[in-house]
């Protein structure tokens, strides 16, 4: 049984999904950081100084009653919210992410395409002796017959 899980372990579809997890997680840090850190804040600015990381409703105050002016200050006080702006963070990455893997795929499936053999042509028979022959066959290989 420990052979076989090694055997799994070690097949390339294993190794390769591995490493692709380790470089989606990095990636998907790095496209966090545009979102929140380099997207965002001119959106922001152009809706007029908006912070979406701020952007909340509270659902029940804490036990220092409201108004908050910052998220951090409201879960400081233990207050109840409903985090709009973190979310709306995580679709616009979710958004570039999911783009950049279908960019990955379609240039992948660009490439397998084009290094795809041609498919070959199926064989006809020939009509005197119902043998076997390629279709760019002038003679058929095995009665030597004329063909059309």
């Known amino acids: 049984m420990l052979k076989e899980f090694r055997e799994f372990a070690m097949r390339g579809n294993v190794v390769d999904m591995a490493v692709g997890i380790i470089i989606g997680g990095a990636f998907g840090t790095i496209v966090k950081s545009l979102v ?34 910052t ?12 985090n709009i702006g973190l979310f ?9 992410v ?3 893997v279908f960019l990955l795929i379609k240039s992948i499936n660009r490439l397998k395409r084009e290094d795809e053999p041609a498919a070959p042509t199926a064989e006809r028979s020939c ?13 058929c290989p095995h009665c030597t017959s004329q063909l059309a």
Do not use: H, W
Not at 71 to 82: D, K
Not at 88 to 96: G, K, P, T, W
């Open 127 to 139: 009509p005197y002796c119902c043998g076997a022959v390629a279709p760019a066959a002038t003679r």
């Open 71 to 82: 998220l951090p200050e409201a879960q400081a006080a233990g207050a109840v919210t409903l």
């Open 88 to 96: 709306f963070n995580a679709v616009v990455s979710f958004l570039i």
């Open 36 to 69: 929140d850190d380099v997207i965002m804040p001119p959106i922001g600015l152009v809706l007029g100084g908006v912070d979406f990381s701020n952007i909340f409703l509270t659902m029940k105050q804490g036990a220092q009653p409201g108004p908050y002016s």
């Open 98 to 100: 999911a783009f950049a």
